[in-house]
């Protein structure tokens, strides 16, 4: 005799089917609400650490972005704090260049760095090492970032995990969930490691250094519930199940990868470029 929740079981994903067959594609995931979406691909997230400069140090423990192979220059400034104007009243630029021990990023930090300091009461010039440099900021739509360039052995790659929202079913990752949808369809979230290749068919949520994506997750299923998207999680759930499921309409499962063999940083640009040579 079959228990109640194996028939539940099996009328629930006969209703999934018949949902499905009427509301098609109407709700997928490429239209679901996110609280938030990050643009996948480009993105090269990094540490510093140990910088002893000056100014410069208040970059310690911090995560900015590498600036990849932008072009760097830096706008002419005049005494009174102004940019130089060229004859059309565009900026007039300096190019920089960046050693090949030493690597441009992006922080929306500023380090206030001053051109004279007091020391012991003495007003004095502050020269900045040749390894460091502030070269300019940029206004875009998220804030005010700006650019310095760093030595690589202050520089360590983190280990970027990111969460996404896809149809399909993905082998590798930390953390997944199976999320019936109320259309007749069923989405996924995972938490995986950080690479292009791996986010192409899906949405990325977020970023983050750390497998731990336990609230970004909830806040994602809250804003669904909020949107009437989802079935009631606690009339949907079973004793019972032929596949170990507890629960119709969110299911969660173990991931590929283990989240106590997740190492945030290991060793610095400078390292890996060594370890290349």
Request: proline content about 3%; glycine content about 8%; aromatic content about 10%.
């Amino acid at each position: 005799m079959k228990s109640i929740d194996n028939v539940f079981q099996k009328e629930f994903r006969a209703m999934m089917e018949a949902r499905r067959g009427r509301f098609g594609d109407s709700v997928s995931y490429i239209n679901l609400p996110l609280p938030t979406e990050t643009a996948s691909g480009g993105l090269s997230v990094v540490k510093v650490k140990g910088v002893v400069e000056p100014f410069f140090d208040r970059l310690n423990g911090l995560e900015v972005c590498l600036t990849g192979r932008m072009a760097l220059k830096k706008r002419q400034a005049l005494s009174d704090g102004t940019f130089r104007l060229d004859a059309d009243g565009g900026f007039v630029y300096h190019h920089i260049a960046v050693k090949q021990d030493c690597v441009a990023v992006v922080s929306p930090v500023s380090i206030g760095l001053k051109r004279y300091t007091l020391k012991d009461g003495v007003k004095t010039e502050h020269i900045v090492s040749d390894d460091f440099k502030y070269v300019d900021f940029l206004d875009i739509p998220s804030g005010r970032q700006y650019i310095y360039i760093l030595p690589k052995k202050n520089v360590f790659r983190l280990s970027m995990c990111a969460l996404i929202v896809t149809p399909n079913k993905h082998r590798v990752f930390y953390k997944g969930l199976k999320v019936a949808l109320q259309s007749g369809t069923y989405v996924y979230l995972y938490v995986i490691p950080y690479k292009y290749r791996e986010t192409s068919g899906g949405r990325m949520v977020c970023l983050k250094a750390s497998c731990d994506m336990d609230q970004e997750i909830l806040e994602v299923i809250k804003g669904w519930e909020q949107h009437g998207l989802l079935f009631n999680t606690k009339l949907s759930e079973v004793e019972v199940s032929e596949n170990t499921v507890t629960n119709l309409s969110i299911s969660c499962f173990d991931g590929s990868c283990l989240e106590q063999d997740y190492v945030q940083c290991t060793v610095s640009l400078a390292a890996e470029t060594e370890v290349d040579e």
